[in-house]
């Protein structure tokens, strides 16, 4: 039986606005999409990015490369390095090299844990991207001849940013900034603060009355 034209034209409209009740719901929806980087993504407080590392507090101790399950931190330095309680940084050999290779790394922050200096943590870096394999491999050791922490993203490093990329930029700036002078001399080998010399303990009153104290002041033996 030959269907008539209005039902077709009906069955037509009805088709089409069934397919758009979906794309009309979405119109009145929350916007979930992020134009990024023109806008921040939301970063829950516990996200492990790349790493921030404080090169003037790290003893190279290793104890973070004994704690990497997939062994890609790599540590050169050219002597012992000891903790300056004075002036809370460390002193001695010459870092030459602190990198991650991010190839690698699976940022479970293990080697966060096993920092006794706390010299280390995962950032909120998570776009890093890179154009070769070799440049996986971050050399924090070359950041801290730049006065940065921890590595920025290539879009970052743009001439125009949008205002909260450039906040963020700045923020980390100002993280760096005051220890910048530290950094670098990490780069080179540091003496180590000799202890000041203990003050000589008092001398029992049985020993004011030997022989050796004749050297001393005149205090006549009581008696
Ligand atoms: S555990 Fe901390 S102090 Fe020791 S080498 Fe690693 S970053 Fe440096
Ligand atoms: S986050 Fe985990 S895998 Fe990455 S460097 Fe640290 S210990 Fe190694």
Not at 143 to 161: D, E, F, N, V, Y
Not at 197 to 205: E, G, I, Y
Request: aromatic letters at 8%.
């Amino acid at each position: 039986m030959p269907v008539s034209p209005l039902r077709n034209i009906y069955e037509s409209l009805k088709t089409i606005l069934i397919g758009m009740r979906v794309t009309l719901k979405y119109n009145f929806a929350r916007t979930v999409t992020v134009q990024y980087p023109d806008a921040p993504p939301t970063l829950q407080p516990r996200f492990r990015g790349f790493h921030w590392y404080l090169i003037e507090k790290c003893t190279a101790c290793k104890a973070c490369v004994r704690a990497c399950p997939v062994d890609c931190i790599y540590i050169e330095n050219t002597g012992p390095r000891k903790m300056d309680k004075e002036t809370g940084t460390a002193r001695g050999g010459a870092m030459t090299r602190w990198a991650v290779d991010y190839s690698k790394c699976m940022f479970c922050a293990l080697c966060v844990d096993a920092c006794a200096m706390e010299c280390l943590g995962m950032g909120d870096v998570h776009d890093n991207s890179v154009y070769n394999r070799e440049d996986t491999v971050v050399e924090f050791t070359e950041l801290a001849k730049q006065g940065l922490r921890t590595p920025q993203p290539i879009w970052m490093q743009k001439a125009t940013l949008p205002p909260w990329v450039a906040a963020r930029k700045e923020a980390w700036d100002a993280l760096a900034r005051p220890a910048r002078d530290e950094m670098r001399k990490s780069l080179s080998e540091q003496p180590v603060a000799k202890p000041a010399p203990a003050a000589a303990p008092a001398k029992p009153a049985s020993e004011a009355s030997s022989p050796r104290a004749a050297d001393g002041p005149a205090e006549p033996p009581a008696g």
